[in-house]
């Protein structure tokens, strides 16, 4: 089975690669916790796999399995441009890996539609001049729903594709929307996911969300990352669970792990410990 890489290397190593083809990955996070971390290293690295083999090794090391990095990495945001994503990556990542990697993500920035039916000031989100502008050429402005869906049909065919976040989506539908109802959507785009190959990886934060609005969720994916705190002894850990994933999970259990500790470096999320059931 074709695999494609999440660009944390000894996460994929365990797997066989990667993700299957066609799977749809939610990033369950506390704050601070990695999931965000982890969404910047996968898009950083997958493209770095494509553009500059020498600095992919030097970082990553070699691909494992049957994994292919996909031909294009989308960063899709509802808040933030490029040029706040990029620095933000910069701050945990080494800078000629993210300097690289910038020239090839197709950043798509739909903060426009994200706060265009809110009381926030135009100049805000489009700067002076494009406001002063859009307000003498004013336009209907699609969706953000409409748009999120028009982007990812246009381009998520065999693309890796992250979105930032699922937390915003819900709070920028209507006031009516809840989360059950974002899980409808999720179901939907696994479905097209299936038939587009490629992967996507939505975060999530997981500190907006009870037990039933994570399990509606869950189930409306392919497979689940949570991402949380752990307190011993007189240190804090960031751990990483893997949660009902077809075609991974699995390969996990067979090895009896349980749980990763993790750390951010110049190379961005990474494993440093590996749990087992003793």
Request: one cysteine or more.
């Amino acid at each position: 089975m074709n695999t494609v890489p999440f660009g944390v290397s000894r996460l994929d190593s365990l797997v066989d690669g990667g993700a299957p083809e066609g799977s749809v990955v939610l990033l369950a996070s506390e704050s601070g916790a990695g999931g965000r971390e982890f969404l910047y290293t996968s898009a950083v690295m997958n493209t770095i796999a494509r553009i500059d083999e020498e600095l992919f090794e030097l970082h990553y090391g070699e691909l494992a399995g049957d994994a292919t990095p996909p031909p294009e990495v989308h960063y899709v945001s509802f808040t933030s441009d490029e040029a706040y994503l990029t620095r933000q990556m910069g701050f945990t990542m080494d800078p000629e890996l993210v300097d690289r990697a910038a020239e090839q993500i197709r950043f798509a920035d739909l903060s426009r539609e994200y706060f265009h039916p809110s009381p926030v000031p135009r100049e805000w989100y489009l700067g002076e001049t494009s406001a002063l502008h859009d307000l003498g050429t004013r336009r209907e402005h699609d969706d953000v729903l409409e748009a999120f869906g028009t982007y990812l049909s246009e381009h998520a065919t065999d693309s890796l594709v992250v979105i930032d976040s699922v937390t915003d989506l819900v709070a920028a539908v209507s006031d009516e929307t809840t989360w059950t109802d974002i899980a409808v959507v999720l179901k939907g785009l696994s479905k097209a996911a299936h038939q587009w190959g490629g992967l996507i990886l939505l975060l999530v934060n997981r500190e907006t969300l009870d037990d039933g609005e994570l399990g509606l969720l869950k189930d409306a994916v392919d497979g689940t990352f949570c991402f949380e705190w752990e307190s011993g002894g007189s240190k804090r850990a960031r751990t990483m669970v893997v949660q009902e994933f077809r075609g991974v999970l699995s390969r996990l259990e067979d090895e009896n792990i349980v749980q990763f500790e993790t750390e951010i470096h110049d190379g961005g999320f990474d494993i440093s410990d590996i749990r087992k059931i003793r």
